[in-house]
């Protein structure tokens, strides 16, 4: 390992992409180059799945004659409404591009309902090691002391019940950390 502080880093970084006038690109300009890429496609497709779930709320929310709510654009139920439809739509999209995913979602679906409970442990869905730490590296489910929680836009479209309150703040602090 070499330790360097931020400094030297930055320093070192900047002296490797300096060239001359009329000089080619050096690999660093390349990586830069393809970082900002898809720096640039992350953040488009996160709008845009922002964009789907406001969009599939604010239909619910026009189509709920409830009165408590008329002074907010989107009601609760909405929302919650439409986290149900876009994960649905989430799932279908992941099973497309990534197959190993699929098979392994389609082994979830294909359990029993009495054993689609969040929290759970890997030997009560029966899945491998390498399928949790697929699932892991992919953001479907976070491991906190042998128990396994799933985010909300996993959880609703493979059919998961919330046995207990999900941590998800603890959770959340511990990944920020780099804790998970």
Not at 42 to 51: G, H, I, P, T
Not at 63 to 91: T, V, Y
Not at 121 to 130: F, K, M, Q
Not at 142 to 162: A, C, K, S
Request: overall charge positive.
């Amino acid at each position: 390992m070499v330790h360097a502080g931020v400094s030297e880093l930055r320093a070192a970084f900047w002296d490797h992409g300096r060239r001359t006038p009329g000089a080619t690109a050096t690999a660093s300009d390349h990586l830069l180059l393809f970082y900002r890429a898809e720096c640039g496609i992350k953040m488009v497709w996160l709008r845009w799945q922002a964009l789907r779930l406001l969009k599939e709320a604010a239909a619910r929310s026009l189509e709920e004659k409830d009165e408590k709510w008329q002074d907010r654009f989107l009601a609760p139920s909405a929302m919650r409404g439409a986290l149900e439809a876009c994960s649905s739509e989430k799932i279908s999209e992941v099973r497309i591009e990534n197959k190993a995913l699929a098979a392994i979602f389609d082994k979830l679906l294909s359990l029993d309902k009495s054993r689609r409970h969040i929290p759970f442990s890997r030997d009560e869905l029966g899945l491998s090691g390498d399928e949790m730490t697929w699932l892991e590296q992919n953001g479907v489910i976070l491991g906190d002391g042998g128990q396994y929680y799933m985010p909300e836009i996993f959880r609703h479209g493979l059919d998961f019940d919330v046995s207990t309150r999900p941590r998800v703040m603890a959770l959340a602090r511990r990944a920020r950390r780099g804790g998970l």
